[in-house]
């Protein structure tokens, strides 16, 4: 059983950065695949970005690709989103989640467990 706990959103104006984090409780974390996803009203949710269980493998969105970029710290138990150049565009609801026995996978099946999610909001 993982927790994940999500934080760091808010309110910016289109051009600037936020980071994310997600915490995670349990002594399993570093055994976990862990992702990035958004949902805006009325839209599906949406894949953003993964990371295995090292760190040392990324995968992401081609709308994100050069503006956000997803890290780990297992020693912390937690997972980052760093967005860069942020637009109105991104404006959504991030989740961060985690997963067993798949890797850097865009679909949001795969993914076992799921933080509460946390707002981002992008001005113009």
């Known amino acids: 059983q993982v927790q994940l706990v999500e934080s760091g959103g808010g309110l910016v104006q289109a051009g600037g950065s936020l980071r994310l984090s997600c915490a995670a409780s349990?002594?399993?974390?570093?055994?976990?695949?862990m992702g990035w996803f958004r949902q805006s009203p009325g839209k599906e949710r949406e894949f953003v970005t993964a990371?295995?269980?090292?760190?040392?493998?990324?995968h992401s969105a081609d709308s994100v690709k050069g503006r956000f970029t997803i890290s780990r710290d297992n020693a912390k138990n937690t997972v980052y989103l760093q967005m860069n150049s942020l637009k109105p565009e991104d404006t959504a609801v991030y989740y961060c989640?985690?997963?067993?026995?798949?890797?850097?996978?865009?679909?949001?099946?795969?993914?076992?467990?799921w933080g509460q999610g946390t707002q981002v909001t992008v001005s113009s």
């Open positions: 989640a985690a997963a067993m026995y798949t890797v850097l996978s865009e679909d949001v099946s795969r993914y076992d467990y």
């Open positions: 349990g002594r399993t974390f570093s055994s976990y695949a």
């Open positions: 990371i295995n269980w090292s760190g040392g493998r990324t």
